[in-house]
């Protein structure tokens, strides 16, 4: 995209709605292009000077609805490639479901969040460019799709998959490998990877649009092969795979690539486990390090503690000595107040002793803490 502030095309049938979602999209930097409803949108479409960089449209108006209006974007030359963002109050997972199937890019929720609107404008725009970038890349490198998988060679990019996979040590050299294998068999595929840390998106030709990402993300409640249109979702624990070009209409073709990608999946599955059994891994030596690290300041804080005590109870005792030296105390009274001093110490000594029981307490924990950090 050049310089010049990119121009967002809204369709809103409700007046009030549109002047709040034009002040907001206008504030933000960006130029604005009105229509109240579908055909009045799609009439000024069909002017050569009228352009646009993103689209954003209500679902529910009279005439053409935004489903309907989206697909006839799709149908025009010089604006099937321009991004769009449906706005519903309609937030079930069959809406969004048909507004991916008719091409949406992302799907705002009634009533509008003007930062939310701001941002997924600009995310829509940033993943629309870089995929055209990647796109013509792809392009380029992308070899001659397959015409059909034989048995034997199916075999054989199975086998050379596994084979690769065990290098794998990233969610991205998995998804990559995983792509390299779609390519080879002209099936487009985005995976998503359900980590500890939340959602990890791949597409085979760029970033995963908002609305794709959350389509996957909902339908990870449905069956192991979940079937919608042209496409089909696959659910296993720690990650999902869209693939956007199944064969539905051939049960023999379709029979194949579903065995044959399910048997990667459980190549990708043992991969993922190791991934994370290697991050738990690591946390553990972190964490093992770290219990060591506050076991040996302790130890050396009571060793200090009771260095000083033993300081204090030698210098009560040499005052009392010399106090008493003063004093002109009676011998009786001499040997009562040594009598206490010494009870005292003994009692002091004895509390010692417990320290002294906890340190070999501290070592042996220390010891064991050695042998894990060590395996």
């Known amino acids: 995209m050049s310089d010049k502030a990119a121009t967002v095309f809204i369709i809103e049938d409700d007046p009030d709605l549109m002047e709040l979602n034009a002040l ?14 579908a055909e009045e949108a799609l009439a000024l479409m069909d002017q050569p000077e009228v352009t646009a960089d993103l689209i954003i449209s209500d679902i529910v108006m009279p005439g053409i609805n935004g489903y309907d209006f989206c697909k006839a974007t799709h149908q025009l030359p010089s604006w099937c490639d321009i991004p769009f963002i449906f706005v519903s ?4 997972l069959d809406e969004r479901l048909k507004g991916y199937e008719v091409g949406g890019d992302d799907y705002i929720i009634k009533p509008i969040d003007p930062k939310e609107l701001v941002q997924k404008i600009a995310k829509v725009l940033e993943v629309t460019q870089k995929n055209r970038e990647l796109k013509e890349v792809v392009a380029q490198s992308q070899s001659v799709a397959m015409q059909a ?17 065990v290098t794998c040590s990233s969610y991205s050299a998995i998804a990559e490998l995983f792509f390299d294998f779609m390519r080879n068999n002209g099936l487009h595929s985005s995976i998503q990877f359900h980590t500890p840390q939340g959602q990890l998106n791949f597409g085979d030709q760029g970033e995963v649009t908002p609305l794709e990402a959350n389509v996957i993300e909902m339908s990870r409640k449905k069956s192991r092969f979940f079937d919608f249109g042209c496409r089909t979702i696959i659910n296993y624990q720690d990650f999902s795979i869209l693939i956007k070009n199944m064969p539905i209409d051939d049960p023999d073709k379709y029979g194949i690539y579903k065995d044959t990608i399910g048997t990667l999946c459980n190549a990708i599955e043992v991969r993922v486990n190791v991934i994370l059994s290697d991050s738990k891994n690591k946390k553990r030596i972190e964490l093992v390090a770290m219990v060591q690290d506050a076991m040996n300041e302790l130890k050396q804080t009571m060793a200090d503690i009771q260095r000083d005590n033993m300081r204090v109870i030698d210098t009560m005792v040499n005052d009392v000595d010399n106090a008493m030296m003063v004093l002109g105390l009676t011998d009786e009274e001499e040997n009562r107040i040594r009598n206490i001093a010494m009870k005292t110490t003994e009692a002091i000594e004895a509390v010692f002793g417990r320290v002294v029981f906890i340190e070999a307490q501290f070592d042996k924990v220390k010891e064991r803490l050695d042998d894990v950090f060590t395996d």
């Open 24 to 37: 907001y999209i206008s504030m933000a930097g960006y130029e604005v292009l009105r229509a109240d409803s």
């Open 149 to 165: 998988m034989t048995y034997s060679s199916d075999l054989g990019q199975v086998i050379e998959f596994f084979k690769n996979s």
């Open 89 to 92: 109050s309609l937030s079930t």
